[in-house]
């Protein structure tokens, strides 16, 4: 009857029908009585969320204190309720670290002993005495994995306990001490990585440190140690990607290959997640659509016929990357549909509302893109991108106080991720706090690179140290750079932006995203005045930018008009402020019309990006107005053919000519001569370059009309045929010898009047 019954019990139990089992589980317990029974019992009502009548069972059989499982399961059903301080009395505050060196060992004996359970005597004959043992001393080996494996499961809750109460290092040494006593105690290492408890070197270090060889299959030593390579590979897609990104690839690609996991959504996310850190947002946002897009791993929801909408039950861990690709490549409607899609779907998920507040940030509404962000850190207090978005928020409003405290908050939590404390030193550059942001970004880099901690030293000097083994985050040490630029230390400046860039390029980064350090560094050598080199850079800057770029966005923040390359940075300006960059070195360098050139680039293109971009206009039209300013001078001092004709006058002009080549360009000569010019006559310089801007323009708007429109003539007075072109070049002739040209900001409707008269 007891067989029959816990057959019944299962076959209900695997349908889905809890109350069934449940009734049927009990008739089983009072026939036989048995522990094992009562813990199947109470497991059934564990899974059915009834975590009191499970204690009331286990309590009432008094199996807490006598089986090592029931003890696991009851402070399992006191953390479901958030009495941490009842778990922690069942469990205990020590580890059974002495576990660590045994667990191993059991297991290796186990294995022996199912590998030699069947071996036979030299005769044929087996004794069964000797059988006898082999069984007993078999089961109590399996029994002591068993409570082995318990135990490691005891120190998870232990650890979630410590965490549920903010004790984030005995949290955390809880978690490793899980996974060194079981190594398949997975959950344990999931909250190590998920929560940044560790940094990328120290990760790298702890899973170098586990006993994989400790996995076993029955019967079969040489599919356990596939099994224990297997089971590395998948805990090393779980590391920081900035942690030796070489083993990282590697695990990738076997798994992908060998063992045809390439669809999985696990291993497709640690691929997108790769690619996140390399700055291709456009090839991360492909994984990550197809992620949500697969059929087989969530529930397609259809907002109208013909059309699909985002999938859901989908891991968690997806949406947070998904989101974060979405706002860096500007896609806001496809932020919007995904937020009302979880809206209404998913409430009580952190994440529904973390979509929510991406999207309002990626329309600059912060002050709602807050109140989100804030939600979703309450109903997920260990978020990350719920804390960095909250913090993010006070830092696009200038509050940096606010921002520091927010962020100060997600390093505390997040003990081994590096980006807190690289916001923080962002801050504290923005508020001009050199020291504190040298010392913040330091940090960052020690934690993200695995160099040890300390100051600027321990960074490496020159490119021929080579980079950091375990990789880094290459806009660390462009933050380092900028400190060090605006402390004036300008060859370090440039060292540090170099070995950014050469990192970026080792780790396969998108150029595109780095440009701006780049220009950093071109900014570093005008500086310097290494000109030239200056300017090698700046027009590399400007060929990536041409050449178009993958991770461009599509809107920016403030609503102006979509950015056109450069990885996102035409919001910002970065193009116009190169522009404005190449035609201050061409200055410096005396090539005045190529600076003229670079500087009417330079306006055109920041006064149309709008926002906050449009005011760098202002100061590249204050140069390009003194650069033509020094182009009439220059133009002035040249020998004219009337001046060679002339007399003492055209040798006067010669000595000028011949002064302006042969000495190098000094920025105090050139604006004194302007002032001069300027106080030698009102109006002078402007209406000679508008002249000279007249006749070229004339020139060219007669050849064009000839190539366009060449058989078109009238007769003039004397009836001869007249071209066109012709006709209008003696209509312009006589506009301008029958009046003198009034200023260079003369509007064209007022021209075409004039021309017209």
């Not at 719920?386 to 200038?398: L, V």
Request: proline share 4%; charged share 20%; with cysteine.
């Amino acid at each position: 009857m007891e067989k029959f019954l816990r057959n019944w019990r299962q076959d209900a139990l695997n349908r889905g029908q809890h109350d069934a089992a449940i009734y049927i589980g009990d008739k089983v317990l009072a026939l036989t009585n048995s522990d094992a029974d009562a813990f199947w019992l109470a497991q059934v009502h564990f899974n059915n969320n009834n975590y009191t009548r499970a204690l009331a069972l286990l309590s009432r059989k008094d199996l807490i204190s006598r089986s090592t499982s029931c003890k696991y399961l009851a402070a399992h059903c006191y953390i479901k309720q958030n009495k941490f301080d009842a778990a922690l009395s069942i469990l205990g505050e020590q580890n059974p670290t002495h576990l660590i060196s045994s667990a191993g060992h059991a297991r290796r004996k186990l294995q022996h002993l199912n590998g030699h359970s069947h071996v036979t005597l030299r005769n044929g004959k087996t004794t069964a005495s000797r059988s006898d043992r082999v069984d007993r001393s078999e089961e109590r080996e399996r029994e002591d994995a068993n409570n082995i494996r318990f135990e490691a499961a005891m120190c998870y809750l232990r650890g979630l306990c410590y965490a549920k109460q903010n004790a984030f290092d005995r949290a955390r040494d809880c978690y490793k001490d899980a996974v060194r006593i079981d190594v398949q105690c997975f959950e344990a290492f999931d909250q190590l990585m998920k929560n940044s408890l560790m940094s990328p070197a120290e990760e790298l270090e702890f899973l170098e440190s586990l006993d994989f060889d400790s996995i076993t299959v029955p019967n079969d030593p040489s599919v356990s140690q596939e099994a224990a390579h297997f089971v590395k590979m998948l805990y090393t897609t779980r590391l920081s990607k900035y942690s030796s990104p070489s083993a990282l690839s590697d695990a990738t690609e076997t798994l992908s290959t060998h063992y045809n996991l390439a669809n999985n959504p696990d291993i497709l996310l640690s691929r997108a997640e790769a690619l996140y850190t390399q700055c291709r947002f456009h090839e991360a946002l492909e994984l990550t659509s197809s992620i949500l897009s697969s059929p087989e791993s969530g529930a397609v929801l259809s907002s109208s016929p013909g059309h699909q909408v985002q999938n859901l039950g989908h891991s968690p861990a997806v949406y947070p990357l998904h989101l974060a690709c979405l706002y860096e490549t500007g896609q806001t409607n496809a932020l919007f549909l995904l937020a009302h899609t979880l809206a209404d779907n998913a409430p009580e998920e952190s994440y529904s509302y973390l979509a929510i507040g991406v999207y309002y940030l990626s329309v600059a509404k912060i002050a709602e893109a807050r109140r989100f962000f804030s939600k979703a850190s309450l109903l997920d207090p260990h978020s990350a991108p719920a804390w960095i978005g909250f913090a993010h928020t006070f830092a696009a409003e200038g509050e940096h106080d606010q921002a520091i405290a927010a962020y100060s908050t997600a390093a505390r939590l997040f003990q081994g991720s590096h980006l807190p404390q690289l916001f923080l030193g962002m801050q504290h550059l923005a508020l001009n706090n050199m020291s504190l942001a040298h010392e913040y970004l330091s940090a960052a880099y020690a934690m993200s690179s695995g160099s040890p901690s300390g100051s600027l030293s321990t960074i490496p000097s020159s490119l021929s140290n080579g980079l950091p083994p375990l990789g880094g985050d290459p806009l660390v040490l462009n933050e380092l750079g900028v400190v060090l630029y605006h402390q004036s230390n300008l060859e370090a400046a440039a060292d540090l932006f170099r070995q950014s860039l050469a990192l970026a390029a080792s780790l396969q980064c998108d150029p595109a995203a780095w440009v701006a350090t780049r220009a950093n560094l071109g900014h570093a050598l005008r500086r310097l005045g290494r000109l030239e080199e200056a300017l090698a850079e700046f027009d590399e800057c400007l060929r990536i930018g041409a050449g178009g770029s993958s991770t461009g966005y599509s809107t920016t923040l403030g609503g102006a008009a979509p950015s056109s390359g450069v990885g996102g940075y035409e919001d910002r300006g970065l193009i116009g402020s190169l522009h404005t960059s190449r035609g201050l070195v061409y200055l410096e360098l005396g090539r005045t019309m190529e600076a003229v050139t670079a500087l009417h680039e330079a306006v055109r293109v920041l006064g149309v990006s709008g926002g906050d971009a449009a005011g760098g206009a202002g100061v590249a039209g204050t140069l390009l107005s003194r650069a033509l300013e020094l182009w009439a001078l220059e133009g002035r001092g040249k020998q004219s053919p009337r001046a060679e004709r002339s007399g003492s006058s055209g040798r006067g002009k010669g000595k000028a000519s011949a002064r302006t080549r042969e000495e190098p360009f000094v920025e105090e000569s050139w604006t004194d001569e302007v002032v001069d010019a300027e106080a030698s006559g009102p109006g002078t310089v402007e209406e000679t370059v508008e002249m000279e801007l007249d006749q070229e323009a004339d020139g060219l708007l007669g050849r064009a009309l000839g190539r366009v429109r060449p058989r078109r003539t009238r007769r003039a007075g004397g009836g001869v045929d007249v071209p066109r072109e012709m006709e209008v070049e003696a209509a312009e002739g006589r506009t301008r010898g029958s009046s003198r040209p009034v200023s260079s900001r003369r509007s064209p409707t007022r021209r075409t009047r004039r021309d017209g008269g």
